[in-house]
């Protein structure tokens, strides 16, 4: 008789999204939210705040980066075109190219500073396209996860699904803290991305590097790690579906609708 093949530790499995993205709720992938019962109102929304606070506090490093950054270009390039023109070598042509210049910096500048603003405060059309704000997170997270040990690694899914900017900001973002916070050793972070005819799912996975893998000493983030019913009142708020299992963490978010019209600004 045949010996039975000697056991092996198992793995992390992909995660199925054939499941994930069915109409129904995912009450049986893991953990389900608390019953909502049993917060009031008022206690949610309270913690719903104080879950954005903390993240939007997480975040601010990369947010501050990202404003600099363009302002930091407009400087550099009005004190260049100041220091040519004290030395009087800069002739019609050049000045017209680099006033263009600088007109396209600032404009970049202000867009840039008003993206951010609009973590605090979310504008009027308050959607964006699944894929699109899925790489805006992981780009704005990436580096400094990177001098942590970990490699951020998308997989969008195909397809047009509009959702709610500002709760994919935050739960993804949140997510994304999460796992790290919790993870015991670097390794590679995986988002990614399906569709359904009603919601967009986004399943966040931690998983650890192969033994013997050299890699950078994780970092001691200094932070306290995000709390997870306050991430989930913020979730509720928002009218996600929120899971954590294990080492994935899974987003459900409802088709965003646009309910008023937008304002028109004065010309």
């Given at each position: 008789?045949?010996?039975?093949?000697?056991?092996?530790?198992?793995?992390?499995?992909?995660?199925?999204?054939?499941?994930?993205?069915i109409?129904?709720?995912?009450?049986?992938?893991?953990t389900?939210l608390?019953?909502?019962q049993?917060?009031?109102?008022?206690?949610?929304r309270?913690?719903?705040?104080?879950?954005?606070?903390?993240i939007?506090?997480?975040?601010?490093?990369?947010?501050r980066?990202?404003?600099v950054v363009?302002l930091?270009?407009?400087?550099?390039m009005?004190?260049?075109?100041?220091?040519?023109?004290?030395?009087?070598?800069?002739?019609?042509?050049d000045?017209?190219?680099?006033?263009?210049k600088?007109?396209?910096?600032?404009r970049?500048?202000?867009?840039r500073?008003?993206?951010v603003?609009e973590?605090m405060?979310?504008?009027?059309?308050?959607t964006?396209?699944?894929?699109?704000g899925v790489?805006?997170i992981?780009?704005?997270?990436?580096?400094?996860?990177n001098?942590r040990g970990?490699?951020?690694?998308?997989?969008?899914?195909?397809g047009?699904?509009?959702?709610s900017?500002?709760a994919l900001?935050?739960l993804l973002?949140?997510?994304?803290l999460?796992?790290?916070?919790?993870a015991?050793?670097p390794?590679?972070?995986?988002?990614r991305?399906?569709?359904?005819?009603?919601?967009?799912?986004?399943?966040?996975e931690?998983q650890?590097?192969?033994?013997?893998s050299?890699?950078?000493q994780l970092?001691?983030?200094?932070?306290s790690?995000l709390?997870?019913?306050?991430?989930q009142?913020?979730a509720?708020?928002h009218?996600?579906?929120?899971?954590?299992?294990?080492?994935a963490?899974i987003?459900?978010l409802?088709?965003a609708?646009?309910t008023?019209p937008?304002?028109m600004?004065p010309?």
């Open positions: 008789m045949a010996k039975p093949p000697p056991q092996t530790a198992l793995q992390p499995q992909p995660l199925n999204f054939a499941v994930l993205a109409e129904h709720p995912l009450a049986s992938a893991g389900p608390p019953a909502n049993e917060i009031s109102p008022q206690r949610q309270s913690l719903a705040r104080a879950a954005q606070s903390d939007l506090r997480r975040l601010t490093p990369p947010l980066h990202d404003m363009h930091q270009s407009l400087g550099m009005a004190e260049a075109l100041n220091a040519r023109m004290e030395r009087g070598v800069v002739n019609q042509d000045l017209a190219s680099s006033v263009s600088l007109n396209r910096l600032s970049q500048a202000v867009k500073c008003l993206e603003c973590w405060e979310a504008g009027e059309d308050d964006v396209p699944l894929r699109e790489a805006e992981v780009r704005l997270v990436s580096t400094s996860l001098f970990f490699d951020l690694r998308t997989e969008l899914g195909d047009e699904f509009e959702v900017r500002s900001r935050f973002a949140a997510a994304i999460t796992l790290t916070d919790a015991p050793a390794g590679e972070v995986a988002v991305t399906e569709i359904s005819s009603s919601h967009g799912v986004v399943a966040v931690y650890p590097l192969p033994e013997g050299s890699f950078t970092h001691d983030a200094g932070e790690p709390a997870w019913p306050e991430v009142s913020l509720n708020e009218g996600v579906e929120l899971l954590r299992s294990g080492l963490i987003l459900r409802p088709r609708v646009v008023s937008l304002k600004v010309v």
